[in-house]
């Protein structure tokens, strides 16, 4: 089946050291974005890529990078992990224009 | 700053009542609307779009979609215990989704 994946879908990490996560999807959607997800709160858009084209939004820290070395997959790295980052990180896809379906997420705490 | 207001709840129905969940959003332009559920601890996955004012039905779903005034609702019939989750509208801008809250239902046997 076509589907978003995420990996691992829990991580642990000390406060201050980096982590990457990944996301890769078999539906060729052209549009790949990165969620913060906080309890209790709507999903936070970080960053989006369509194709190769990475847009930033305005309040995403510096803290946070991401990659998409093909089509099929996207990283998000934070360099240095803050208490206030502990989070559900969600992948979604999309074509342009289109439904966006999300992963499964990944559960990040910071200790 | 475009946005999408939900009221948090709890909204608590029985089973078999219908849950009436309601959005409204900003943007007058806005296009493109969306219902997510979201159970705890789980990503969203979609219930249903809806472009066009007026209804648009999916099993035991509705989505209601008035541009004039703004608003969006989604009505579920025969609510289920399953049913109890945090529903997500989102109003697409651009390549963007731009979310409310949410909305806790409840749905009590």
């Known amino acids: 089946d076509a589907m978003v994946i995420q990996n691992p879908r829990y991580q642990v990490t000390q406060f201050g050291k980096p982590v990457t996560l990944s996301c890769s999807q078999t539906l060729n959607h052209n549009v790949m974005y990165w969620y913060q997800q906080k309890s209790s709160q709507a999903p936070k858009l970080l960053f989006h890529?369509?194709?190769?084209?990475?847009?930033n939004e305005a309040d995403t820290p510096d803290n946070f990078q991401s990659r998409r070395p093909n089509t099929s997959f996207c990283f998000l790295d934070i360099r240095s992990p803050g208490l206030g980052d502990a989070a559900m990180y969600l992948c979604?896809?999309?074509?342009?224009?289109?439904?966006?379906?999300f992963g499964p997420g990944t559960r990040l705490t910071v200790l | 700053q475009k946005e999408v207001e939900q009221n948090s709840g709890p909204l608590s129905v029985p089973e078999g009542a219908i849950a009436s969940l309601n959005c409204t959003y900003s943007?007058?332009?806005?296009?493109?609307f969306f219902w997510y559920r979201q159970y705890s601890g789980k990503s969203p996955e979609l219930i249903m779009f809806i472009y066009s004012n007026g209804d648009k039905e999916d099993g035991r779903f509705t989505a209601q979609l008035n541009k004039a005034s703004q608003y969006v609702s989604l009505l579920i019939r025969d609510s289920q215990p399953s049913d109890s989750a945090t529903y997500l509208c989102a109003v697409k801008d651009t390549d963007k989704l731009i979310f409310g809250t949410g909305t806790r239902l409840q749905v009590f046997p």
């Open positions: 943007d007058r332009g806005s296009q493109s």
């Open positions: 890529y369509y194709d190769k084209d990475f847009n």
């Open positions: 979604a896809t999309s074509k342009r224009d289109d439904t966006q379906y």
